[in-house]
């Protein structure tokens, strides 16, 4: 059984900066891609950034390109978030979760049925 850990959110000023770890016990390839996806109050959860484990071919939705960056690091089992340049639109439970249905597209990569979920961080953009 995977288990995923988000660390790294907090309160932040618009503009600013964070970056959300996720630790795994041990992503394989066979979980195809980690995924960060995000809710907030009253909204459905909506995809931000995935990464395909096998090519590292990344999704990032509309709303934050330009802005996030998903990046892993082997040895470490981690996937980052690095969150810049943020808004208040931004603030919201955010979730890293691995192994999503078979897909063939980076969109479809970043849908919000995988199998396994971290707990959550809170991002809270304020100021």
């Known amino acids: 059984q995977l288990q995923l850990v988000e660390s790294g959110g907090g309160l932040v000023q618009p503009g600013g900066s964070l970056r959300l770890s996720c630790a795994s016990s041990g992503f394989t390839l066979d979980h195809s891609a980690i995924g960060w996806f995000r809710q907030a109050p009253g909204k459905e959860r909506e995809g931000v950034s995935c990464?395909?484990?096998?090519?590292?071919?990344?999704y990032q939705a509309d709303s934050v390109k330009g802005r996030f960056t998903i990046s892993r690091d082997n040895a470490k089992n981690t996937v980052y978030l690095q969150m810049n340049s943020l808004k208040p639109e931004d603030t919201a439970v955010y979730y890293c979760?691995?192994?999503?249905?078979?897909?063939?597209?980076?969109?479809?990569?970043?849908?919000?049925?995988?199998?396994?979920w971290g707990q959550g961080t809170q991002v809270t953009v304020s100021s």
């Open positions: 979760a691995a192994q999503p249905p078979p897909f063939t597209t980076v969109q479809a990569m970043c849908v919000i049925a995988y199998d396994y």
């Open positions: 990464i395909n484990l096998r090519d590292s071919s990344t």
